[in-house]
């Protein structure tokens, strides 16, 4: 059981170029998040999807996109990198049955944008 | 507003020694807490949630409604201790709301 997976782990990128970062999960999990990790900022929430089909924005949105047309994979586009988004990302998931609103984290993709 | 503040960028403390780490939050109505903890280069992992007021790794924490405060405590450390701690917060929108972190370094 993989549980919640991001792929790439590590990814270097220029300025100005598309890259996606993936997650993947496998709880069937409805709610999912997208977080960047910042030194002396903690976590910030980018996008979340409640369903496939779903989007909403968080806190920091912009310059990125997201989609959802499945259930288990909820992927982040970085349409124009810039250097403002080197960061570490954190996909979470969340099973909207139970009252508790605990979330499950992936294991990160540090992305240096140069 | 929805905010959740840790104080402490860095607690250092020497093994066997007591720990607090502090989170104060802003929530109106009924807040539900959360700490997390990631260790070095690990994902972020649940330490413990005040719902179910477990122990979790000999740490506690109890939630003060009258002081708004969530605050992680462990009477003795331990050196496998040392991570980056995240007080969280429930939020509106069924995210999570998060601190700043606090990084605990327990020496030997």
């Known amino acids: 059981d993989a549980g919640i997976t991001q792929s790439p782990r590590y990814k270097i990128t220029e300025t100005g170029r598309q890259v996606t970062l993936m997650c993947h999960q496998t709880?069937?999990?409805?709610?999912m998040f997208w977080y960047r990790q910042d030194l002396g900022h903690g976590l910030r929430l980018i996008y979340y999807s409640a369903a496939a089909d779903i989007t909403d924005k968080g806190e920091v949105p912009d310059g990125y996109v997201v989609s959802r047309s499945k259930t288990e994979n909820f992927p982040l586009t970085l349409e124009s990198a810039t250097r403002s988004q080197t960061s570490v990302y954190f996909c979470?998931?969340?099973?909207?049955?139970?009252?508790?609103?605990?979330?499950?984290f992936g294991p990160g993709t540090r992305l240096t944008v140069t | 507003a929805q905010r959740v503040t840790q104080p402490e960028k860095l607690l250092s403390v020497f093994k066997g020694a007591p720990v607090e780490l502090k989170c104060n939050y802003s929530y109106s109505g009924s807040p539900e807490l959360f700490w997390y903890v990631q260790y070095s280069r690990q994902r972020l992992q649940l330490l413990l949630r005040?719902?179910s007021r477990e122990s979790i790794k000999g740490f506690t924490a109890d939630l003060n409604k009258g002081e708004t405060s969530f605050h992680l405590k462990k009477p003795f450390a331990q050196e496998e201790d040392s991570a980056m701690y995240y007080c969280?917060?429930?939020?509106?929108?069924?995210?999570?709301?998060f601190g700043k972190g606090t990084k605990l370094s327990v020496k030997p």
């Open positions: 005040h719902i």
């Open positions: 709880w069937s999990h409805s709610y």
């Open positions: 979470a998931s969340r099973d909207s049955r139970f009252r508790s609103y605990e979330q499950y």
């Open positions: 969280a917060l429930r939020g509106s929108q069924g995210n999570l709301i």
